[in-house]
């Protein structure tokens, strides 16, 4: 099975194998510009072009496809029901959802049900995952389009919780911050428990802009800036880190009101915070966040982890 997942910078392809191994073939490509807007595709010919002459170039066979999907737009929302039968379960889910998603008809909605965090729990814990129809209905045209089944269609933040349950990041009380191009993914998991997710309208090109107007140079340029200068703790760059630290602000402040959320009603404390994405291996970055929030803090060093859990995720079903 082939999953993908098509950022606003980058688009990952991962070719499963048998098993569940994780070191399939992968592929990451420049997404074309003006392609897809968070998480939503504008312009399907072109993407499917440049994708099906990466399937063609690398010789890959697959017939069947997952997507994973990052957008803003996606609502995600984790509920505790009373007990109940299952039929009555989904009424009652109706009714929430018209609180969470009041133009829901315009949502394609999924559900499913939860581990309890402690066995004394006489709740039913439930996932609710929903996206709007104009984007599920454009990847389902892209599958088409590539000539492929499609099997399943993800959230981001679900793919990214079962990536790291399968390769064991998951254990203690882990927050998994994925700092994508325009969408930062915000993930809480309780030893291999899911807890919830939040979505954070900001993400790495927004540093990047920022260095590429220090600079006076080109985005691409700017990008390569990012990875190779210590912008954050270096006083030769005090201005720049000054910027960058203000566009993280109301990132760090978000960031510090899930955590409360999560103490608040579960009475337990965050012990890591795991940072994905490109944009976690800005220089200084990880020791600014440890320091802010006085919480150990990881950057994931194997590449293929850092860039392809997501993917790898979303080809994990059943999990």
Request: glycine fraction near 6%.
């Amino acid at each position: 099975m082939l999953g993908i997942e098509i950022g606003n910078f980058n688009t990952k392809l991962l070719v499963g194998e048998k098993k569940n191994k994780f070191f399939g073939k992968r592929l990451m490509i420049n997404t074309p510009s003006n392609v897809i807007t968070n998480g939503k595709i504008i312009d399907i010919n072109s993407l499917a072009d440049v994708i099906n002459e990466t399937l063609k170039r690398n010789n890959i066979k697959e017939k069947q496809v997952c997507f994973t999907i990052s957008s803003s737009n996606n609502i995600i929302r984790d509920l505790e029901l009373p007990l109940m039968k299952e039929e009555e379960v989904e009424k009652a889910l109706y009714y929430e959802i018209e609180q969470y998603i009041p133009d829901y008809e315009n949502y394609v909605i999924d559900y499913r049900y939860l581990p309890n965090i402690a066995e004394k729990d006489k709740m039913i814990r439930v996932l609710i995952a929903s996206s709007p129809k104009d984007i599920i209905e454009k990847y389902v045209k892209l599958a088409e389009m590539l000539k492929l089944k499609l099997e399943a269609i993800d959230i981001y933040s679900n793919s990214i919780y079962k990536a790291c349950k399968k390769v064991n990041l998951a254990e203690g009380i882990v927050s998994v911050v994925d700092i994508g191009a325009v969408v930062t993914n915000v993930t809480v998991i309780d030893n291999g428990n899911y807890i919830f997710s939040r979505s954070i309208e900001f993400g790495g090109n927004k540093i990047t802009q920022i260095i590429a107007n220090a600079f006076n140079i080109d985005f691409q340029a700017a990008e390569e800036y990012k990875r190779a200068k210590k912008f954050i703790g270096e006083e030769n760059y005090k201005d720049i880190e000054d910027t960058i630290l203000l566009s993280f602000s109301e990132v760090f402040q978000q960031l510090s009101r899930i955590f409360d959320f999560y103490y608040a009603t579960y009475h337990k404390n965050i012990q890591k915070i795991i940072m994905l994405g490109g944009t976690s291996k800005l220089l200084g970055l990880r020791g600014y966040v440890e320091d802010y929030f006085r919480i150990p803090t990881f950057v994931i060093e194997t590449e293929d982890y850092l860039y392809f859990l997501p993917v790898y995720g979303c080809l994990l079903r059943g999990e």
